[in-house]
């Protein structure tokens, strides 16, 4: 990889993304508004003795899902855009290089995921009373983690997909089982062996445990950082894959 094209490559995927205000507006606004709506869900349920209100477990953990899930929708739609339109074959006659491209996209919406992190943790934490042992910069260094890693994924699906709807239709494959096999719903502990086992296979469930870790404990700990070790391993590892697999257009 050129450090100075994947500089300018990065800086051209942001000029775009902040001329997209729809765009903007699903990384920023949306993620507190689904917040609020959290909020209210859960403000009236009493705190189980000894431990962190319903809110407080439920919210941290949807700090960490937002990136994820909106940066992979937003990902898979924008490179498959790219890729159609001729976009993506005009910029490999130049000296670009795929994993400098690939790389661009995952700094510049992991930039963009550490944002809509940001802005949703000062409302989590400043509106909605949101209570954790650990630091908050701590749960945004953990979904901007996560947002690269769903970057990557979404640069990944993409190269499978011919239509923007064929790009939506990876959500429910991808992004639907880590979901429910985090540990949110379920304590991955208390699952059946089988399925305990797909979770220890997900990223997502390392990126889940790491915020619970921030939750449960006010220094991080060893837990915490071997599993933010272990997505930001996921990520790398799936943005070469994407390069692997990149295709210059569409079929």
Known sequence: MNGRILAATTGRILRQLRHDRRTVALLVVVPSVLLTLVYFMYVDQPAPPGGPSTFDRVALIM???????????????????????????????????????????????????????????????????????????????IAGVNAVLAVALGLFCSAFARTEFQAVQFMPVVVAPQLLLCGLFVPRGEMAGWLQAVSDVLPLSYAVEALQEVGAHAE????????????????VAALVLAAATLRRRSG
């Open 220 to 235: 991080p700990t060893g837990t915490m950082w071997r599993d933010l070790a272990i997505v930001a391993g996921a990520a």
């Open 63 to 141: 700090l960490g899902f937002f990136p994820f899930i909106i940066m992979f929708l937003v990902t898979s739609i924008a490179m498959l855009r790219e890729r159609t339109t001729g976009t993506l074959e005009r910029l490999l006659t130049t000296p670009l290089g795929k994993l400098d491209l690939l790389f661009g996209y995952g700094i510049a919406f992991g930039l963009a995921g550490v944002l809509q992190s940001t802005v949703a943790s000062v409302v989590a934490y400043r509106v909605f009373g949101l209570e954790t042992a650990g630091s908050a910069w701590l749960v945004v260094l």
